[in-house]
């Protein structure tokens, strides 16, 4: 199924109040039907890092920021661990409306999959984003994310935690200079089995280090 796609509802402005804004009114998929809000990035221009995942889940639907719910919890146990102050990085995701889906006869909101058609809709966002933040690095948490930047081919079980410059991937644009580095989605730990969550914790932050000794370097 083709979607109109975000761009038509850009505003000129790379401010972020203004592509906040415009973002809530953003009609360029169908997903905005079934969410309560749009969820927005998060965190002020000049972030060196800025960080991506898939797209709010239930509790950032209803609050209206990102990562906010358990895997945020996660994410936020992991940067401490990695000397790594979320006030100073940006945070967001590549699709800004929850998707989900019910159980019969059930109310509680099951995460299901943005498709890449929807991710594809909602890049302009992103990449919105990327120009208003400006960041040194930007670390993807996901494949869904990772994918957005750096092309529907790119395999995060293959390329994990390995430094990629935008501006070698066409498919964003040949003006893009971020450097990128993927690593799993903090979601990812908590659905995992249980006697390897410390394990997966450790690794995730261990991902976070290189970034935050990148930054120092």
């Known amino acids: 199924m083709a979607f109109p796609g975000a761009e038509q509802f850009l505003p000129d402005s790379r401010d972020l109040d203004d592509l906040m804004a415009a973002a809530s009114t953003c009609r360029g998929c169908d997903l905005y039907k079934a969410a309560d809000q749009t969820v927005f990035g998060a965190g002020s221009p000049g972030s060196t890092i800025m960080f991506v995942g898939e797209q709010p889940g239930d509790q950032e639907d209803r609050a209206g920021e990102p990562f906010v719910g358990p895997a945020g919890r996660v994410f936020d146990r992991a940067l401490d661990a990695a000397d790594i102050d979320r006030e100073l990085t940006y945070v967001t995701n590549a699709v800004k409306h929850f998707k989900f889906t019910r159980a019969a006869g059930q109310k509680r909101r099951i995460h299901d999959k943005p498709s890449r058609t929807e991710v594809v809709a909602c890049r302009p966002w992103l990449l919105a984003e ?75 932050v261990d991902d976070l280090r290189v970034v935050s000794n990148l930054l120092a370097s």
């Open 130 to 204: 990327l120009d208003a933040v400006a960041p040194r690095i930007v670390v993807c948490l996901g494949a869904t994310a990772a994918q957005a930047l750096l092309g529907s081919k790119f395999r995060l079980t293959r390329h994990r935690g390995e430094l990629f410059n935008l501006a070698d991937d066409g498919d964003v644009g040949p003006e893009r200079t971020e450097d990128v580095i993927a690593t799993v989605h903090p979601s990812s730990i908590l659905r995992g089995p249980s006697d390897k969550r410390d394990q997966a914790f450790d690794d995730f």
